[in-house]
């Protein structure tokens, strides 16, 4: 009798470890798969609801390979990974890399509310793929789609690609970003920086905080905009842009190599470690200089070179567009970057103020001499722009009409 009753209680268990089985299987097939592991090779880990799952193959079928929104995929030592997306985009994932995936869904209404009508034509709903490199390196095959906006995220900003192949290291210091097809555009953290980026070209962004984001373009031209001009930066160059969120002081720094900003009034240079900071007047709407250090001139559109001087105006602000956040292209927030929140993970390198060359550091209050430079991103956010979702639009041959 006690054989018998320990025989039904354990057939109990079975039968009831089965149903949960079963039902856990049919609730995880009703989420939204946004990808699969399709190859891999060592040690690849998914995590999913706070559970880490390894990747295995087993004769020609994989398990723990499929990746469903806001999944962690990570690749250890000596292993890569290939992921496929629903839109045939792929990414193939270097070894000791940390990525996070997520998606949402604008509806026409949404996008309406934050100005996406304006922006992306055609469509009545816009799917916002965000991938969010924490460590590591990948390289990304995007396939271009009129429904889908991808972002690919490091602790310096976002890159906004549609039918681009590219590579994307970020090292815990700096972001690598070299295009191999197609055509990108690159947004800091804090909205200091905004450039494009064709075939060919490769550059390293730094973003170490108080307000600075840098790029140091090492192939090609890239013409990097600021709220208060554009700086053409060649290759062997790099500048270096401070935002002072409450004065709305912006400081332009040539790092590496003499660069030129241009504005509406003629074109500024800027020489070897000099630097320039101008500020809107807010009764007239013109760039006002408000300091200077090493030598800075401007070429007017008439040919004539001055030297520029605190006090100076060197023309009126660009016209712009509605102001859009360019977060809205980022799933589950509602503005700006937030922070990326590394936890206690220790396979996440953290970088220490020695890693990070000085000539990226200085914080807009260094720049002033004053004694306590800021650590950290400034506390208020930065003015947003809508320079992404322009960029959504032209790549899409779209007017937004």
């Known amino acids: 009798m006690g054989i018998l009753k320990y025989n039904c209680l354990a057939i109990l268990i079975v039968i009831i470890s089965l149903i949960f089985l079963f039902f856990t299987q049919k609730l995880q097939s009703a989420e939204e798969r946004v990808a699969v592991v399709s190859g891999f090779v060592g040690h690849v880990e998914i995590e999913h609801e706070l559970v880490w799952e390894t990747v295995t193959k087993i004769g020609n079928s994989m398990r723990n390979s499929s990746v469903y929104n806001e999944d962690t995929v990570m690749t250890m030592s000596a292993s890569m990974a290939d992921l496929v997306f629903d839109d045939n985009s792929r990414l193939e994932l270097k070894e000791d890399t940390v990525l996070s ?33 924490k460590t590591g390196g990948l390289r990304a095959n995007i396939t271009p789609a009129n429904s889908v906006l991808t972002g690919l995220e490091t602790p310096a900003g976002v890159v906004l690609v549609s039918g681009s192949i590219l590579n994307l290291i970020y090292d815990g210091v ?30 390293n962004i730094f973003y170490p905080g108080g307000g600075r984001a840098s790029a140091e373009v090492k192939v090609g031209i890239i013409d990097v905009r600021t709220k208060f001009g554009t700086v053409k930066v060649e290759a062997g160059k790099s500048v270096g842009v401070c935002r002072d969120a409450e004065t709305g002081e912006v400081t332009i720094i040539a790092e590496i190599g003499t660069i030129s900003n241009k504005t509406t009034a003629g074109t500024v240079t800027i020489k070897t470690s000099a630097s320039l900071t101008v500020k809107e007047d807010s009764n007239t709407g013109e760039i006002k200089v408000t300091n200077t250090d090493g030598n800075v001139t401007i070429t007017t559109i008439d040919g004539v070179t001055t030297k520029v001087a605190a006090g100076n105006s060197i023309g009126p602000l660009f016209e712009g567009g509605p102001i859009t956040e360019y977060a809205a292209l980022i799933p589950g927030r509602e503005a700006g970057f937030g922070a990326i929140d590394h936890g206690n993970n220790s396979i996440l390198h953290q970088p220490k103020d020695e890693d990070v060359p000085q000539k990226h550091v200085k914080s807009f209050a260094a720049l002033h001499n004053d004694t306590a430079p800021l650590r950290g991103r400034l506390s208020s956010r930065a003015p947003s722009t809508n320079y992404l979702l322009d960029f959504a639009r032209k790549i899409r041959g779209g007017t937004g009409e």
């Open 101 to 133: 995936i997520s998606t949402g869904r604008k509806t026409k209404s949404k996008r309406d509310q934050e100005g996406f009508s304006r922006n992306i034509s055609g469509m009545q709903d816009l799917i916002v793929r965000n991938i969010n490199l």
């Open 174 to 203: 700096k972001t690598t970003l070299e295009i191999l097809e197609g055509l990108v555009a690159f947004t800091s953290k804090g909205n200091e920086i905004m450039f494009e980026m064709e075939t060919g070209e490769k550059v």
